[in-house]
């Protein structure tokens, strides 16, 4: 099956489909979203009844005259429909579904659609012509077309609307909006709207010359032309109103409908087919096939693909081909025929902004010495030069621009928050942040606020005091600290000093930051591996064994140290637990046995943490003995908590902080603390004890990570479950602790050994943080009120983490307690005190001021959306552990829906209640959001468990942006289009089906997993070239990495699969996808822009659903 063109006849969205074994994918089906009218959009998430293929009619068609005199001839328009995608300056994007240039005539959105009343179906597809002459020029025309200019206005002037986005008012032919019909209530009333599919420009820049109706009510007065820059949406007369579109006669069958205004523009319609395969064709010129019974065609213009009208176009780039077919109108009782659907090209494009912006601002450094500066996109590879505020790698902010004033960011609801990773790892050619050591005294700071001395403290009495930049209070400089201030009152040290100049720095702690006043010892890794039957069974014994005798030589070092100071221990278990003595002067180790779980102890201080160059013989000895002493095992239970206990009491022995490496197989159902149930139930989903599913089953975890915290104990866990093991509960000592959780389901050897060895490498070898607190100060006005990620809270405001690493995480939401002036802006600074890997005490310090906005205008046009949905998923997936998942997810919606609709009301250029704007900077909430609702935690599918929904919630809480960008949005990669000579990535697509042609190979990434997709034509050589086997049918799907073959295609393949694998996190597992395959539905769950197989919406039809949503409440 050609996937370019047969439209995907899966089930109906709604319904679950059959499940395979072992894979999962998200179900998206549940009860409709409260507040939303069945009949506007029963089947966003409910079951639909499936709709036929499309046959063309024939014959050129239009519609009756909408009025009895024509319009003005100056207002020249194009089919509402159709999208004007004109990209001008930066401004906003208009989505639009424009109201209908006359009253549609259909049933009023009031009147209900009762069983056996249903008015005629109108056998004619709703096309308009133009009436009087066509545009005198492209200017003439621009003056009419939907779409406003983009440009930056003053604040003080609302910024004028663009990059028109002219979505149609799509009734008939293309929303997603529609109303589930039951076979009793007969077919749906065909109602005659205007909209055209929307195509996309020939060329970005440009303004495409489409044409519209007037967007007009009867009575309707438009207000003078904009003074905006650029275009206007109204004619450029006088203020002499236009003259009222008057209603023609309504057609058999339809009932007259009163203004627009007064009702929804969705009137209820059949869902868009999902056609795929719109490219390539030659644009269609009319549509043909048998003629409409019920209304002979009438004379007129044909109606054109692409929205001009007379002449016809010839192909142009970017079109969509011929429609492969048409509804077969006016035959009942037949199914009810799909609508023509919105044209994917003409909706706001991930790959077309993440283009734009590499294009824009990959080849500049990024400056941060400007406030309120809105960095490149996490996407774009740039440089950054720290000159007073910290680099985007590590804080980025949902808003650069902040509102002066609580009720206006209530009004907004866009949150104010900040993503940061204080230890993140910088690329070769930036500078690590300096290490300033003030000696005994310590770093200087505001008597009253205890703020850092950074770059916005305020020198005074020539530089004998400073004002502090966050509380204002004034502080005397200790002597030793004094400098003169040049003639513009700074100090001439000022460079010279890293805390004046730069953005990010760190000091070196004093003993007063150590507990009891003490300076710390140097960090201790307990590896503490599981020898129960399975373990031992599956190999994972002995291969961990055999990589820690390498590993160890790789502990992470301060930068100029010899070897690490990082001292190591081991321990085994599995109902009982075994203790090594690993001291240097034995010949051979020694075990030791605790069985008396309940009360665990360390029975040896001397010779358990060693160091590994002093013990590496006994070290060595003691990894070869391990798989031999247990290789005959029949024990299968396991306890857990009293190992972390174990590791927990040796660390406070050692009077060291430290990290335990756990390496645990299944459900600790042993008789011990902390022992566990099995308590997993899918009858629970969608119901309202769903969120128990994702707490811990017993407060005593909660207890253990405290005592963890407080001795600088962080936990890593690596699972190798064979079923369900309550990750929901053993993962709470790791996520409170600061540690991480890696699962490896269903391990094995052979496929599996070198994801985990990469990861366990990775891991162990890290940059990491012991015993931290990281404290947020803001200036005056605002304050951080709410934290996300894996950490332990004592109070309201020191964030507490036995260990943080370096790809770790803590997101910020600032609330106003004041008003703020855009005179000063806002401040915030990161304090970080952590002990290093060789034991110093030190504070890394990240600053970053903000501009503050009187104006919405302003908030609209410095918000990062990646930002505000990485900290939209942590919201979301946090209230699933207190509300039902549909309330989360619906809260999520309306709270975006908020955000549009006061740009919509408050920035935004006038304009026809039926257009969909989108500020430029959050074109892409939509699609993303709609990516976040269809995730595993927030609508799974049959074959997710319930172990990966809490697995996936506890791995997005402490992800950067960059990280849920790929997350929720894969990277889809067309192999066969890469230039095996360069060393560039072949340019990404869109993730939908439609996209992908069967003669060619893909690679899709989201972080987690890397799937190479084959489809079923793709010419032999390939096949051959990448996989070493000479068919399509020989290809493995068992492969856990690519055969290393001596050809230019294999080499490029396996450098870029390298490439993505060195830009993540975790090692991603590699999977083999046959076209056809069962694994595909597997791989399509990651085609987030198409429907899902159990129910969640396509971006089409959810964006149709937003634009609703913003609608309702702006009415």
């Known amino acids: 099956m050609s996937v370019n063109q047969q439209a995907h006849t899966g089930p109906p969205y709604g319904q679950p489909q059959p499940g395979y074994q072992g894979y999962q994918q998200p179900a998206y089906g549940g009860p409709s979203l409260p507040g939303v009218p069945q009949s506007q959009y029963g089947a966003y998430n409910g079951p639909m009844p499936g709709y036929q293929q499309p046959v063309p009619p024939q014959g050129s068609l239009r519609a009756p005259p909408t009025s009895g005199a024509p319009p003005p001839a100056s207002g020249a328009s194009h089919p509402s429909g159709h999208l004007a995608y004109s990209q001008f300056e930066h401004g906003d994007v208009q989505n639009g579904i424009p109201a209908s240039a006359a009253p549609m005539q259909r049933p009023p959105a009031s009147q209900p659609f009762l069983p056996g009343s249903a008015p005629t179906p109108v056998s004619q597809i709703s096309t308009f012509q133009q009436y009087g002459p ?52 007969g077919a749906p009333p065909a109602t005659v709207s205007e909209g055209l599919p929307l195509t996309q420009p020939p060329f970005p820049g440009h303004t495409v010359s489409t044409q519209r109706l007037p967007t007009q009510v009867p009575g309707f007065t438009p207000p003078p032309p904009s003074t905006g820059v650029g275009p206007s949406s109204y004619p450029p007369t006088t203020a002499a109103p236009r003259p009222p579109a008057m209603p023609g006669p309504p057609l058999p069958g339809q009932t007259v409908a009163g203004p627009p205004s007064s009702q929804p523009n969705h009137v209820s319609s059949p869902p868009p087919s999902t056609m795929a395969g719109l490219h390539p064709g030659p644009p269609m010129s009319g549509l043909h096939g048998p003629p409409p019974p019920t209304h002979p065609p009438q004379p007129g213009y044909p109606m054109q693909q692409n929205g001009s009208f007379g002449q016809m176009r010839g192909p142009q780039p970017n079109y969509g081909g011929a429609y ?15 609508p023509k659907r919105l044209d994917p090209d003409s909706i706001p494009s991930p790959i077309q902004v993440i283009e734009d912006d590499r294009n824009n601002r990959g080849s500049e450094p990024f400056v941060t010495g400007v406030r309120g500066q809105v960095p490149p996109l996490v996407t774009t590879n740039f440089l950054v030069k720290d000159q007073g505020n910290a680099s985007p790698r590590y804080i980025r902010c949902t808003s650069y ?26 690329p070769p050619e930036e500078t690590l942040p300096y290490l300033v050591d003030h000696g005994e005294s310590g770093p200087v700071r505001c008597n009253r606020c205890k703020a850092y001395m950074c770059p916005f403290m305020q020198f005074i009495e020539g530089g004998r005091r400073f004002q502090c930049c966050f509380c204002s209070c004034v502080t005397e400089v200790p002597p030793h600290y004094f400098q003169h201030l040049d003639h513009t009152g700074k100090r001439v040290d000022f460079y010279d000093r890293p805390e004046l100049s730069l953005g990010s720095y760190e000091f070196l702690a004093t003993v007063d930051y150590c507990k009891n006043n003490k300076f710390p010892s140097p960090p201790a890794f307990i590896f503490m591996i599981d020898v129960s039957y399975n373990a031992v069974k599956s190999g994972l014994v002995r291969l961990i064994c055999e990589e820690l005798k390498s590993l160890l030589d790789y502990l992470p070092r301060e930068g100029n140290m010899e070897e690490s100071a990082i001292r190591v221990g081991f321990v085994t278990y599995n109902k009982v637990l075994h203790f090594y003595n690993v001291k240097s002067s034995l010949a051979q180790p020694q075990m030791m046995v605790v069985s008396d779980v309940a009360d665990m102890f360390v029975p040896l201080l001397d010779g358990f943490l060693v160091n590994v160059n002093e013990s590496r013989t006994v070290i060595a000895s003691l990894l070869d003995q391990i798989p031999e002493m247990f290789a005959d095992t029949r024990e299968t239970e396991t306890v857990f908590a009293p190992v972390i206990q174990a590791g927990l009491e040796a660390l406070k022995a050692a009077e060291c902080a430290g990290k335990l490496f756990i390496f645990h197989t299944s459900l600790p159902i042993a008789e011990a603390p902390g022992k566990l149930k099995n308590r997993d139930d899918r009858k629970l989903i969608n119901t309202d004890k ?70 366990l490498r990775r891991d162990v070898q890290k940059e990491v943080g012991f015993d931290a607190v990281m404290r947020v100060r803001t200036s005056t006005g605002i304050r951080a009120t709410d934290f996300f990620g894996a950490f332990y809270m004592s109070n309201t405001t020191d964030v507490e983490m036995a260990g943080l690493d370096c790809d770790k995480t803590i997101t910020v939401e600032f609330k106003h307690d004041d008003k703020l002036s855009e005179d000063s802006g806002a401040l915030l600074q990161c304090a970080l005190l952590y002990t290093s890997c060789a034991g110093q005490r030190r504070l890394r310090i990240h600053n970053l001021s903000l501009n503050c906005c009187t104006q919405l205008a ?21 209230g699933v552990l207190s509300s039902p998942v549909k309330t989360v997810r619906d809260s999520l919606i309306n709270q975006c829906a908020q955000i549009l609709a006061c740009y919509r009301k408050n920035c935004a250029s006038p304009s026809s209640a039926g257009q969909l704007i989108l500020p430029e900077c959050m074109k892409l909430l939509p699609v993303y959001l709609n990516c976040v609702l269809k995730s595993d935690v927030l609508q799974p ?51 939908s089906e439609e996209r992908l042609s ?20 793709v010419q032999q050589s390939l096949i051959q070239n990448l996989f070493g086997v000479s068919s399509f049918s020989q290809i493995s799907n068992a492969l856990s990495t690519l055969p290393v073959l001596e050809n230019p295609f294999s080499k490029k393949v396996r450098s870029i699969v390298d490439m993505l694998q060195g830009q993540r996190s975790r090692y991603m597992k590699l999977i083999i996808v046959k076209q056809e395959d069962k694994l595909e539905m597997l791989f399509k769950h990651f085609l987030v822009e198409d429907k899902s197989l159990s129910g969640g919406a396509s971006y089409v039809d959810f964006l149709c659903h937003m634009h609703k949503e913003i609608r309702q409440l702006l009415s």
């Not at 302003?858 to 946090?878: P, S």
């Open 134 to 185: 066509p545009p005198a020029s492209v200017q003439q025309l621009r003056n009419h077309m939907a779409g406003m200019t983009i440009g930056s206005t003053a604040a003080s002037a609302p910024p004028p609307a663009g990059l028109g986005y002219v979505s149609g008012s799509f009734s008939a032919t293309g929303s997603g909006l529609h109303t589930p019909y039951s076979a009793s209530q």
């Open 324 to 338: 492969p077919g048409a509804p077969n109108y006016g035959s009942p009782p037949g199914p009810p025929p799909p």
């Open 401 to 426: 621009n902040i509102p002066c004033t609580s009720d206006m960011a209530k009004q907004s609801q866009v949150p104010l928050a900040a993503v940061i990773k204080p230890l993140a790892t910088l």
């Open 690 to 759: 769903e969120k128990t599913l994702f707490q811990p089953q017993t407060s005593f975890y909660n207890n253990l990570a405290k005592d963890c915290v407080a001795q600088g104990c962080c936990v890593d866990l690596f699972l190798f479950p064979n079923q369900y093991l309550d990750v929901a509960t053993l993962g709470v000592v790791p996520y409170q602790t600061g540690g991480s959780i890696y699962k490896y389901a269903y391990f094995q050897l052979e496929t599996d050994q070198y994801r985990f060895l990469n990861d």
């Open 858 to 878: 302003d908030l609209y046009r410095n918000c990062e959306t990646d930002t505000l949905i990485n900290y939209l998923a942590k919201y979301a997936y946090r």
């Open 941 to 991: 599918g049959p074959e997710v468990t319930t172990d990966d929904r809490a697995y996936i919630r506890q791995l997005v809480t402490s992800m950067d942006v960059a990280e849920t960008n790929v997350f929720f949005y894969p990277r889809l990669l067309p192999l066969t289009k890469a230039d095996v000579d360069s060393d560039s990535l072949p340019a990404a697509i869109r993730n």
């Open 998 to 1017: 069967k003669g060619d190979i893909y690679l899709l990434e989201n972080g987690l997993n890397v799937f190479v997709w084959v489809g079923v034509s």
